[in-house]
């Protein structure tokens, strides 16, 4: 060990002559003005070795080997190397094993390679490297952009009478089960778009263009959250879907000015189509309360007639059984009835025949219905 008097690194006496870069390897100092020599890179590597095996617990040697004591033939592993490596390993694969989730994630743990368990929210242990975990989001609501939202024509559809349409909705959905999601879909967000698409196309196909654009928006976003759910089920994905917005149904853009047009004159014929419509209901409401009445009057003049001749008829009865019991008083009794009758409302003079039988004489009478005519006019 008299040549290595250089510290860990190696000292003078090797070959390379890399221990003392201000000697020449001979022991004379360079001529100055000739500057440091710069070691080489075999020289730096040589010490970074014999530096490690001074770590390890071995003998630090100089040169290419020449410096070996005895027992110093290679690094030596003690109690403590072994222990600190042990204690490092154990921290390695603790690391390596444990993990976390958080409350809006779920994990699943994959026994060489082969689903094992599913992971709930905190900390979890998979002994590393014969079990994995996946760590999925389950919670968080992601959305797919659908229809022309992204400037394309992936949103112009054929409606059932014949029409295009250009539609634009997002489907929102989350993962209700991980295992299924990992393991059953290849390509998750490709297969939600193509499923909710073709159900959109499909739920299209069956409606007319004017409901679509008015009132049953919010039918065919329920229809189409069905049916794609259906069908991501079918598919044993692990997908839920959350919710459809639909956005916007508008027609296609050369033909808007000319759709609005049209419905601009559909809209007009349906105010003049009502208009006529409450017309007629009116006219005939009217025509129906008038043959009602006329109805109701020739029922109330019928039965007014039938009781009036009814009545007659009970009452010539009656005289004729008064009559068969006396006919002479019922015959004075009729005509003075009848006379009443006519002459009742008839302003009248009396005359009565004189002594001589003439008739020139004047009776007069006291206008009692005269009387009481003016009384009435007074009090009103």
């Not at 879909?185 to 499909?202: F, G, K, N, W, Y």
């Amino acid at each position: 060990m008299a040549g290595n008097s250089g510290g860990p690194w190696g000292g003078g006496g090797s070959s390379g002559g890399g221990g003392n870069r201000g000697n020449n390897g001979d022991g004379r100092k360079p001529p100055e003005g000739d500057g440091p020599q710069i070691p080489e890179i075999d020289e730096l590597m040589k010490k970074g070795q014999e530096q490690l095996r001074v770590l390890m617990g071995g003998r630090g040697g100089s040169g290419r080997g020449g410096g070996q004591g005895a027992g110093g033939g290679g690094p030596i592993f003690t109690k403590g190397t072994i222990l600190i490596g042990v204690v490092v390993a154990a921290v390695l694969w603790g690391a390596a094993s444990f993990y976390t989730v958080k409350p809006e994630e779920q994990s699943v743990e994959l026994f060489l390679g082969e689903f094992s368990a599913v992971g709930n929210p905190g900390l979890n242990f998979a002994p590393w490297p014969f079990v994995t975990a996946e760590v999925i989001p389950v919670t968080r609501e992601q959305t797919e952009d659908m229809g022309g939202a992204r400037g394309s024509d992936d949103g112009l559809m054929l409606t059932g009478d014949e029409n295009v349409v250009d539609i634009d909705y997002q489907v929102v959905w989350n993962i209700n089960d991980p295992a299924k999601f990992l393991f059953n879909l290849r390509d998750p967000r490709q297969t939600i778009r193509a499923v909710s698409e073709s159900a959109m196309r499909e739920i299209i196909a069956q409606s007319e263009l004017a409901p679509i654009l008015n009132r049953d928006r919010g039918i065919i976003a329920e229809r189409l959250q069905e049916l794609i759910q259906s069908t991501m089920d079918s598919y044993d994905s692990g997908i839920n879907i959350v919710r459809v917005n639909f956005d916007k149904a508008d027609p296609p853009q050369d033909v808007i000015a000319a759709f609005r047009d049209v419905q601009a004159a559909a809209q007009e014929r349906d105010r003049l189509q009502n208009v006529a419509d409450a017309y007629a209901n009116r006219v005939l409401a009217e025509a129906r309360g008038e043959a009602a009445q006329v109805l109701e009057e020739a029922e109330a003049y019928r039965a007014q007639q039938i009781n009036s001749a009814q009545g007659e008829a009970s009452r010539f009865s009656a005289v004729l059984e008064e009559y068969s019991k006396a006919p002479d008083v019922t015959r004075k009794r009729l005509y003075l009835e009848r006379m009443e009758q006519v002459l009742g409302d008839v302003d009248k003079i009396i005359l009565d025949e004189n002594s001589t039988g003439q008739g020139q004489g004047v009776v007069p009478y006291l206008p009692l219905n005269e009387l009481r005519r003016n009384q009435a006019e007074g009090n009103n």
